[in-house]
């Protein structure tokens, strides 16, 4: 009976006391490893409960370390862990290790033009069709993400504020830098390039996003439309 009590199953706790509901409740960082362990379970056993359970495995390698060392083999010999619980711990103890090891991967900071020139050019200089590429920036004008909107033909692609701004909203961008490649080689902005380049200013302004350019890719060559059009 004394066994029975120590591990209720989690179903006979006050609804409040349950680890999900505190994990929903107060946030992760308010549980124990046990009731961490017991999240993962779902379950416990017919004798002992789910967080008993994760006590007993906790109490049995003395800590999360060893416990992190142990194999799926190893940890199927603790009574009440069968193979689905053992795979859970590891790949769980495994995501935290990976968590612990990662570094953030060096993001392309955008000074000026150039810079976006010597980052996009590679990729679409000898592109016989049109591209439009938007420039997702943070607050330091780092490069988040690079979108294609799209691809056209011989001339000319269609790039609407729509589908610049959309992805940027996404993503939480601060700010948008957009560029596009003439395949005939001379980077002369279009009347059209010139009048999507007020649209996106109009669109940014609204949306609450710094436009910082608009830079029109040629044969090694390029024109910022920022420093044509001084805005």
Same mark, same amino acid.
């Given at each position: 009976m004394v066994d029975q009590a120590k591990g209720s199953a989690v179903r006979e706790m006050p609804p409040e006391e349950r680890p999900r509901e505190r994990l929903k409740r107060l946030g992760a960082e308010a549980l124990r490893d046990a009731e961490l362990l017991a999240v993962l379970f779902r379950t416990g056993t017919r004798q002992k409960g789910a967080v008993a359970l994760a006590d007993d495995l906790l109490k049995h390698y003395r800590g999360l370390r060893a416990l992190a060392r142990a194999s799926v083999e190893e940890l199927m010999q603790v009574p009440g862990l069968g193979e689905v619980k053992a795979i859970e711990i590891k790949a769980a103890l495994e995501l935290g290790k990976r968590l612990a090891l990662h570094v953030e991967p060096k993001r392309h900071r955008i000074r000026c033009a150039e810079d976006v020139v010597n980052f996009i050019m590679?990729?679409?200089?000898?592109?016989? *069709?049109?591209?439009? *590429?938007v420039l997702l920036l943070n607050t330091k004008n780092d490069v988040l993400k690079v979108v294609e909107v799209s691809? #056209? #033909?011989?001339?000319?692609?269609?790039?609407?504020?729509r589908d610049v701004f959309r992805q940027a909203v996404r993503e939480g961008a601060a700010g948008v830098i957009v560029c596009h490649n003439h395949p005939s080689g001379d980077p002369e902005p279009s009347a059209d390039d010139i009048a999507l380049t007020r649209r996106l200013q109009e669109g940014a302004t609204l949306l609450g996003l710094r436009f910082l350019d608009h830079i029109v890719l040629g044969d090694g060559k390029h024109v910022s439309l920022k420093e044509r059009m001084a805005f």
């Open positions: 590679p990729h679409y200089k000898d592109s016989e *069709v049109e591209h439009f *590429v691809a #056209g #033909g011989l001339d000319a692609t269609l790039a609407l504020p």
